[in-house]
């Protein structure tokens, strides 16, 4: 339920606050002075896009908060699934910069549009004007009827198998596109991926054969150099190392009378030791390395055939050459065990098809069950508004196709004169004998919702006298089980709420009264007899609201 509501610098708004209470809440005013600009301000709660002439002033943000009792409203799981914060009191906010950029709030935590909107839809439901226009949807008379069945879990339980066998069915499409993609190149795969075992890629193999290449082409020249340094350390007349041993027993015997001598001594001790291995490594070197045109030729051979292969898939490397093998080995493995992947494909689609169909079958008789019902409670609520002769039915068509909701559409029909034909609502229903049927059909859906709060913006359009006043019984009687807030022109509605605002303007800007009950008296005399209230407009007034008030 809406406790309180707080709109700033929104369209016609400077800043006002509203604290709503339970039952029916009305809302009356001047023409033009934003009562349905509200509805605006709640659209936003309601995660709806903000226009943009939604800033009175321009410069500064637009702030729209609403504060919630969720107590009875078994939002827990939606507050534990949405990682949020559960409170009995839930606040609501919504933020609209300057620049367009909107954010939204519950209880104080940034979240996404997306959840701001889950939650509100879950909280209140707006019905205004134009939503008249949703007797042309098919998905809203589908939903009037599905919340009527009170078969939720029954649909979410379709609704997830539908969304497997669309998958099931997309990745068999998916398979067998790869297929026949797959066969009209297998010669060609086939020839690719042998070209490549042939090959029997190594990663790291080219930079080892270029290096080795390298060196069996130089042979010749690093022997001779290798040969000729170690020849200089190791040479046994005037070799680096003999004189390196020599220089070390001469340091060593004055070391007794020149101390420092022992350090120097050590010091190339330990370059000699290490010429020393480096001579050894170089005679092992000229040992290994030879001239060997056999090899060679194998090395440049090998080099070859990895830079053919580079050359010819337009690469730089064997990691990308290993990769594309590996993707014609696929493609080739998918051909050869495709059919088996398209036929397990296969099977669990038609699983999921008959599981689906059977279960969107007892959507159908819920559904077929339930439209029987609801013609005959909307034939009763269009009985005490004024129109007994009308007949409505719920028209349940069985299509042949599965869809997200199951296999069914439905028709509603309508006539307000009895022993016409039955024809589709949205085609012969007036203004005021749409409101009706709107009235009827939201006062049946909204009680099975379980929303704990319902707006209506001027649904009595096009009524009045005794039909205005059997539409505020209907109304007032949904507002003994949840939270009615009525933006109305009628005084017969506007005398049977509990709590009474009028909206009007002042100095440019909109501005709203909670009425004491005596200015209540007042307002609705005004809606009786215009500008210039009369005593018998202030007792007929006195009497709708005292009559109101037994309904």
């Given amino acids: 339920m809406l406790r309180h509501l707080s709109v700033e610098n929104y369209a016609l708004i400077d800043k006002f606050d509203m604290e709503l209470a339970p039952g029916l809440n009305i809302i009356t005013g001047e023409t033009g002075a934003g009562k349905s600009i509200l509805l605006g301000a709640l659209g936003l709660l309601a995660g709806a896009k903000a226009d943009a002439g939604v800033w009175k002033n321009p410069a500064s943000n637009c702030v729209v908060e609403g504060v919630f009792d969720v107590t009875d409203a078994g939002l827990e799981p939606f507050f534990e699934e949405n990682d949020l914060e559960w409170s009995a009191t839930t606040i609501l906010r919504r933020v609209v910069s300057p620049s367009g950029k909107s954010r939204a709030y519950v209880n104080d935590l940034p979240v996404q549009l997306a959840t701001l909107r889950d939650l509100g839809e879950r909280l209140f439901d707006i019905h205004s004007q134009h939503q008249n226009l949703l007797l042309r949807d098919d998905a809203f008379r589908l939903r009037v009827v599905d919340g009527?069945?009170?078969?939720?879990?029954?649909?979410?339980?379709?609704?997830?198998?539908?969304?497997e066998l669309r998958q099931t069915r997309r990745e068999w499409d998916e398979a067998m596109e790869a297929c026949e993609r797959s066969r009209r190149d297998e010669a060609w795969l086939r020839f690719q991926v042998e070209e490549f075992e042939a090959a029997a890629l190594r990663v790291g193999e080219q930079a080892e054969l270029e290096a080795e290449q390298t060196e069996l082409t130089h042979a010749d020249d690093i022997r001779e150099t290798l040969a000729t340094v170690g020849t200089g350390l190791a040479e046994e007349e005037s070799g680096i190392l003999v004189r390196l041993k020599s220089d070390v027993t001469a340091l060593r015997r004055v070391e007794s009378l020149y101390p420092v001598a022992g350090s120097y001594a050590a010091r190339i001790e330990s370059?000699?030791?290490?010429?020393?291995?480096?001579?050894?490594?170089?005679?092992?070197?000229?040992?290994?390395?030879?001239?060997?045109p056999a090899r060679l030729e194998f090395v440049s051979d090998r080099l070859n055939t990895l830079w053919t292969l580079q050359q010819k898939h337009h690469v730089a490397s064997e990691e990308e050459l290993l990769a594309l093998q590996r993707d014609y080995t696929a493609r080739l493995e998918l051909i050869e065990h495709g059919e088996e992947r398209l036929e397990a494909l296969r099977i669990r689609a038609e699983k999921l098809e008959a599981e689906a169909r059977s279960l969107a079958g007892q959507l159908s008789l819920d559904r077929k069950r339930v439209a029987v019902r609801l013609q005959r409670e909307v034939e009763e609520l269009l009985a005490r508004l004024g129109m007994p002769g009308a007949r409505f039915e719920a028209n349940v068509v069985e299509t042949p196709e599965l869809a997200p909701t199951g296999c069914d559409e439905v028709e509603f029909l309508f006539t307000a004169n009895a022993?016409?034909?039955?024809?589709?609502?949205?085609?012969?229903?007036?203004?005021?004998?749409?409101?009706?049927?709107?009235?009827?059909?939201?006062?049946?859906?909204v009680r099975h919702a379980g929303q704990?709060?319902?707006?209506?913006?001027?649904?009595?359009?096009?009524?009045?006298?005794?039909?205005?006043?059997?539409?505020g019984e209907i109304i007032l009687s949904l507002a003994s089980g949840m939270q009615v807030i009525n933006i109305t022109h009628l005084p017969q509605i506007a005398a049977k709420g509990s709590t009474h605002f009028f909206v009007y303007k002042e100095d440019g800007a909109s501005r709203i009264d909670r009425l004491t009950p005596e200015r209540r008296v007042e307002e609705i005399?005004?809606?009786?007899?215009?500008?210039?209230?009369?005593?018998?407009?202030l007792r007929q007034a006195a009497l709708l609201i005292g009559e109101g008030g037994k309904s």
Avoid: N
């Fill in 419 to 445: 022993g016409m034909p039955l024809r589709p609502v949205e085609k012969i229903a007036s203004g005021g004998e749409i409101s009706r049927v709107m009235l009827a059909l939201k006062s049946l859906a």
């Fill in 525 to 537: 005399a005004k809606m009786l007899s215009g500008t210039a209230v009369t005593d018998a407009a």
């Fill in 452 to 471: 704990p709060t319902i707006v209506f913006d001027e649904i009595d359009t096009g009524v009045s006298g005794r039909v205005a006043d059997a539409m």
């Fill in 271 to 292: 370059a000699y030791l290490e010429l020393k291995d480096l001579e050894s490594e170089f005679s092992r070197e000229v040992d290994r390395i030879e001239s060997d």
């Fill in 148 to 163: 009527m069945a009170d078969h939720a879990d029954l649909l979410a339980r379709y609704k997830t198998l539908y969304r």
